[in-house]
């Protein structure tokens, strides 16, 4: 492998890296504001229409979250990371046995921070018409 290659895989598994950090510190240690302190860049971008945009509407609300839903966790199934995107396929649980399929994709600046970020989110059905699986 070239010097350029082991640069360029160095830097994908430093943002997969950086963007796992970020959401478990996040969603499941409920410390939003040390997330965007330690993870964020200079600006952060909000997609999810539920959240609003920017450092301190996120922080808001993942507190809230953390508030109403105590004990809810995610757990990274697979990560994928190409140029500054890193996407990742998640399995999260919430207080009341809700269970979602999630796609969360980070977009980094070059320094490995989060600046921008994408979501979708889907029940897992109780009665599937499959035996595949979500994950």
Known sequence: MTALGTSATTTLDRNKENVKAFYDLMFNQNRPAEAIEKYAGDDYIQHNP??????QAFIDYFNRMAAEYPGKHVEFVRS??????????????WPGDLEYAGIDIFRLDDNGKVVEHW?????????????NGMF
């Open 50 to 55: 539920h959240v609003g945009d920017g450092k």
């Open 80 to 93: 994928f990371a190409e140029g500054n995107h890193v996407i990742l396929h998640c399995h999260q649980t």
């Open 119 to 131: 979501d979708v989110l889907q029940p897992l059905p109780e009665h599937p018409n499959n035996p």
